[in-house]
């Protein structure tokens, strides 16, 4: 019987890798426009990261972490999200020892146990960056605009960003009291997840997909109304930043976000016509984080967005590559001789793609080939070629055929392909 890939993972096959090589050459390019450097950490961390960062209790870590014990004894997680590892890295490391502002991006994929959906399968790929060493609300703003800046460069139209505070440890503290009280007399309506959030982590009953069409859930208490004098200061930065910039957003009293880590900035990219799945992109300032991996207080804010979800959006406005040429050049060898090979090579160490069929097959078939690989032109080597140390060149395109000596061929298609090229 067929193994077959892993429920929740997926393979990216040929013909799809092209629209992946556009989003992440995309990424690369506009990161290096704001100043953040790639880093790349492992695809699993010891499993404590990821409890003392994300939070005990929370969905991610209770229901949706692959962890295992390794042969050591250890417990391993895979990585569910990407900002804990790049803060260890930036610890362990003794990036802070530069000083000032460091500024991180990542590519890679992630891991949630989740029921597999459109845009979200169980190892997924996630772009995201982390700014380190400033509370500035300058900084929050520059990374929101980097994320609607990244999905406008690659033609996503009908961006909504939500915008939110989360407030700090001292303005949540009374926050949570209030809602609790608010909540207490809707409890027995609440669904089941819920129901365990109110003790712990009533905030995220806000954000709770099931219970979203409740109508009480709308008088409930604001986090907005509810800051402290400095998380209000810094909102209000963050939001006159923003509309300096250009940037049209809406405020979202309900926009909690789901990890612990999150203080104060909150923030969310919907593309509508995804539907359900339709955040593409969140993030916001995590002021706790470090300290809770580090013991160092040090503030940071970061956003990431899943790259099939971006994919996903791409399609639904036709925004995907098509399949590109896959070869300039097909050499048809009817003899099946070393001449032709030794053309294949004369052509590749030129840097010249060039392919070739093997296995004696028939110049009607090898045509064929040449034509679905996109061939700008085929070099046919059959037995009269051989002899007389030519060859016969095609171009695809016009169909015209010309005999050419095997010592010039390699010189001729390099002039004739630095012409054609666009």
Known sequence: MLTKAPRGTKDILPQAVGGWHKVENEIRRLCAVYGYEEIRTPTFEHTELFTRAIGENTDVVDKEMYTFTDRGERSITLRPENTASAVRAYLENKLYAEGG?????????MFRYDRPQAGRMREFHQFGVEAIGEQ???VDAEVILLAVHLLKNLGLTNLTVSLNSVGCPVCRA????????YFRPHLDELCHDCQERFERAPMRILDCKKDAARDFLIDAPKITDNLCDECAAHFAAVKDYLTTAGLDYTVDSLL???????TKTAFEIKYPPLGAQSAIAGGGRYDGLIAEIGEQNIPAVGFATGIERILLAMEKQNLLPAPTAKTAVFVVNMEQNSAAFALLAKLRAENIAALSAFGGKSLKSQMK??????????????????????????DMATGEQTSISAATIVTYLKEKLAVSEP
Do not use: C, H, M
């Open 101 to 109: 502002l460091t500024k991180l991006f990542y590519i890679g994929s």
């Open 256 to 262: 909690v976000r789901g990890l612990d880590y999150y």
């Open 136 to 138: 500035n609300p300058a």
């Open 174 to 181: 009374a926050y949570r009291e209030k809602l609790q009280e």
């Open 369 to 394: 080939q040449a034509d679905k690989y996109g061939a700008k032109f085929a070099v046919i080597i059959g037995e009269d070629e051989a002899k007389n140390n030519t060859v016969t060149l095609k």
